[in-house]
């Protein structure tokens, strides 16, 4: 029987088929024996996540456009298809054809969270496909990873063949031309990864040899004659000029982000020194407001969406964004499309501008001052003051909001109680300045103010990716200060598992060591890490303890300025120098200025990447 | 401003049998804004289309007769309507019909009080047509047929199947493979599920012992008055 048939008597037996049934508006679905290349891509999580990220949106149109490849894509399991699916031996399957993963040319990840890893190898095994890249062969998919969380690769060097630094779009159709000139010369699987590491930006970890003391300091790094020593990320150089789709695949299914996501600018200078985004993702480039209107113009006659969502880091910063976002109110107001801008700044323009957006449905606002004080806010380079927050705040009260979310971390560098307590008296005065302004307006309904708390986990390639990371009883202890105190009418307090951000902690600073404990802790049942109600840290503690792991120990630990660290191979763009500098700024608790308003900060992206800031009217201190 | 309603009939087929009833309405709606078809929103804070369904088809089940109202600002077409809309509509789902109806006209949800299904179910063991005949036969010879159902945050409730069940009959067996058709009541006054039915059917005698229902297709639903069948399209 077909897979697809199959497939059809297992449906009704699973929760959210939907998921798994493909043929939504504007998919792709080609003749596979009509193509010279097949590429699977993955995104190890479920459908409803992974449909609403828009790297794999960009490949997936991107490749379709080529007549002689096919790209489709493959979402992970929920636990009740997973065990379906083993137990009528069912293959995991692309969502387009219903064909076997392992029938695929290559095969793709994108890496946004470190928690989706033991997602990552049940999709190698549900592929049937051999988790460890020396056990493939060149009968099997190439299986090849990018996004985020490839700027430290090492926990995943093992069983990925090749990783790609940077914006996946401008080197994805280099890596399929090797492929098929490969298919055409029929040489060896090695000399084809030999042929692809010679791409900019491809990095081969089976090519670098790399061992650890024991202190976990690298003591062994060695290249394979004709490799590069260091692998530099790719991106693109110009937005107007860069593919970006115009039919999204619109989902049955209500998914994470159902709606238009248009793309209006790409990196961030405003240099929070926590912010891996804010580091690996420079240098700033805008797309131009002409741009914008064609392709929300298309997409929206292409999808039917009734949301325009315009993304980047740092909306408020885009040149001209007030102007771009009335200019589309005005345009798509009478079809009844919304337009929404998240990622603002917390001013009283953002305030203005987002009351013009919403109209009249007032719903909740977010506000991330991150730090509960002045000092710690100028570690970190959060470049919002106290009095900012209580004049923004102010003006959504007063313009009729009523939710508040606040978003801090806990956990940073330098942090003491005061800190925390400056969390707490943050949060109580812009409580009781919502209640008083209540009681002097016509708004009879209560504010709330909530409080969301997730702890800091330091990343590869920020300025604190020398701190330590709070052990468990520090973290907690700081949770339940911050329950114990944060009481209050109109107040409310969420946090996230500290078990879960010290496993992110392991693996997002991990070496190639971790890789033993991921495939333990996956072999035992590990799934969906990320997933509250299936997170088990009691299975992560057993793969620790068989593979020689102290998860504590290891995500805890020092970290030497002078080492060589785990991912020094990897260029993302920013200096390691600059990195350092930052740092020591940081325990100085002295800001840096955003580069775009100010001077150059010297993080050497433009000079390592050959790259420029693309911003529509050009630098304010040029 | 006077508005323009058109009634239509659609069919949920087998390619899309997956999809709730929320998807569906969302899957309409994005149809109807890529065919540029100029549908009404309603007032208020949150406009929402003016579609309006006779009975929520639950997941997986086909259906080829979903009836659906269409509020427009503009007088369209009714065959333009179907032929636009029909382009921008998924594999699976498709108007059948359209016809232009008044604004103010009953809805549908308000008047349909019949629905009429065709059960496909595999028993456990072969079966001859006679034999689930009989079985079906002193099925409907009972004074009720008593039921529990399930409802999500209430507690359970008891109830009385027999008087809810127009007609059942049996339109065929091969082998395993049995075909069931029924008539049964729906909507606000009293709502029997195809599954249901089946379900007591299948408590009540042995030998078709929890079958699996391999498709349940909702064929019509009708307004019924007294013996009398009429369409949506017939008011």
Redesign the interface.
């Known amino acids: 029987m077909e897979l697809e048939d199959r497939l059809?008597e297992i449906?009704?037996q699973v929760t959210n088929?939907?998921r798994y049934?493909g043929?939504?508006?504007n998919s792709i679905v080609k003749n596979l024996d009509e193509v010279e290349v097949k590429v699977a891509l993955a995104f190890p999580d479920v459908y409803e996540v992974g449909m609403s990220h828009l790297g794999i949106k960009i490949l997936y149109h991107l490749l379709n456009q080529r007549d002689e490849v096919a790209a489709e894509r493959v979402y992970s399991p929920w636990e009740d298809m997973e065990n379906k699916m083993k137990e009528e031996d069912l293959p995991l399957f692309t969502l387009e054809n219903k064909a076997p993963i392992s029938e695929f040319d290559i095969l793709g990840f994108t890496l946004q969270y470190e928690l989706s890893y033991s997602n990552l190898l049940n999709t190698l095994d549900l592929a049937n496909l051999p988790l460890r890249s020396k056990d493939r062969t060149a009968k099997h998919p190439l299986v090849i990873a990018g996004g985020p969380c490839a700027s430290n690769p090492e926990p995943l060097a093992p069983f990925i063949d090749l990783f790609l630094l940077g914006e996946a779009e401008a080197a994805i159709e280099e890596i399929v031309d090797k492929y098929i000139a490969w298919q055409n010369n029929n040489y060896s699987r090695e000399e084809l990864l030999k042929d692809l590491a010679t791409l900019e930006g491809v990095y081969v970890p089976q090519f670098y040899e790399i061992d650890y003391d024991e202190n976990h300091n690298v003591s062994k790094f060695e290249v394979q004659e004709g490799i590069k020593e260091e692998v530099k990320k790719r991106v693109v150089q110009n937005l107007d000029e860069a593919f970006y789709p115009e039919k999204f695949i619109?989902p049955?299914?209500?998914v994470v982000h159902d709606r238009v996501n248009l793309e209006i600018a790409r990196g961030c200078t405003s240099g929070c020194r926590f912010c891996q985004a804010g580091m690996i993702y420079r240098p700033v480039r805008e797309r131009s407001h002409e741009r914008i209107k064609e392709l929300a113009e298309n997409l929206?006659?292409?999808?039917?969406?009734?949301e325009i969502s315009l993304t980047s880091l740092s909306s408020g910063d885009y040149t001209g964004v007030a102007d771009l976002a009335m200019d589309l109110v005005d345009e798509y107001e009478t079809?009844?499309i919304s337009v929404a801008l998240p990622s603002m700044r917390v001013d009283s323009f953002s305030i203005d501008l987002a009351e013009e957006l919403q109209k009249?449905?007032k719903t909740g606002l977010t506000f991330a001052p991150e730090a509960g004080t002045q000092r710690l806010r100028n570690v970190i380079n959060k470049g919002i003051a106290e009095e900012d927050v209580i004049s923004a705040v102010t003006d959504a009260f007063e313009a009729g909001w009523r939710k508040v979310k606040l978003y801090f971390m806990i956990g940073l560098p330098t942090e003491t109680e005061a800190d925390l307590q400056g969390i707490v008296d943050l949060a109580k005065k812009i409580a009781n300045l919502g209640d008083e302004i209540r009681l002097n307006s016509d708004y009879k309904r209560r504010v709330s103010v909530n409080v969301s708390v997730s702890t800091f986990v330091p990343k590869p390639h920020t300025p604190f990716q020398w701190s330590q990371f709070n052990t468990l009883e520090e973290i907690n202890d700081k949770i339940q200060y911050l329950k114990d105190n944060l009481r209050g009418k109109d107040l409310s307090l969420d946090w996230n598992e500290p078990q879960v951000s010290l496993l992110e902690a392991v693996f997002a600073r991990g070496d190639r060591r971790t890789a033993d404990l991921l495939e333990q802790a996956w072999q035992l049942g590990a799934r969906f890490d990320g997933w509250r109600e299936v997170f088990d840290y009691q299975l992560w503690q057993k793969a620790a303890q068989k593979t020689g792991f102290d998860l504590e120990e290891y995500a805890c630990r020092d970290w030497s300025l002078k080492a060589r660290l785990p991912w020094d191979h990897l260029m993302l763009g920013v200096n390691k120098d600059y990195l350092k500098e930052e740092y020591d700024k940081a325990l100085a608790a002295e800001k840096t200025n955003n580069c775009r308003y100010d001077n150059c900060s010297n993080c050497g992206v433009l000079e390592q990447l050959e790259a420029r800031m693309d911003l529509l009217r050009g630098l304010s201190n040029e | 401003m006077s508005n323009y309603k058109l009634r239509t009939k659609v069919i949920k087929g087998?390619?899309?049998r997956?999809?709730?009833h929320?998807?569906f309405m969302?899957?309409l709606?994005?149809?109807?804004?890529?065919a540029?078809i100029p549908i009404a929103?309603s007032q208020g804070?949150?406009?929402r289309?003016q579609i309006s369904f006779a009975s929520a088809l639950a997941?997986?089940l086909t259906s080829e007769s979903e009836y659906i109202d269409f509020e427009l600002t503009k007088d369209l077409d009714p065959a333009e309507f179907r032929i636009r809309l029909n382009q921008?509509l998924?594999?699976?789902i498709r108007v059948e019909k359209a016809m232009k109806v008044p604004v103010k006209i009953d809805s549908l949800m308000s008047i349909i009080n019949a629905g009429s299904y065709i059960v496909r179910l595999e028993f456990k063991e072969k079966l001859t047509t006679e034999e689930l005949e009989e079985k079906v036969r002193q099925f409907l010879e009972k004074d009720e047929i008593k039921i529990i159902r399930k409802r999500r945050n209430k507690s359970d409730r008891e109830l009385d199947l027999r008087p809810m069940i127009f007609s059942l009959e049996v339109v065929g067996v091969q082998g395993e493979i049995g075909t069931i058709s029924m008539l049964v009541q729906t909507g606000s006054a009293g709502n029997v599920r195809p599954q249901e039915v089946i379900r007591a059917l299948a408590k009540e005698f042995e030998v078709i012992q929890r079958p699996r229902m391999i498709n349940i297709h909702r064929s019509g639903l009708y307004i019924k008055k007294r013996d009398d069948l009429f369409t949506p399209f017939e008011v």
């Open positions: 059809e449906l009704p088929p939907t049934m043929r939504e508006v619109v049955y299914m209500d929206v006659s292409n999808t039917g969406y009734e079809d009844k009249v449905r | 087998a390619e899309v997956f999809i709730s929320l998807d969302n899957t709606t994005r149809a109807l804004r890529r540029e929103f804070y949150n406009p289309p997941v997986s921008e998924p594999t699976g």
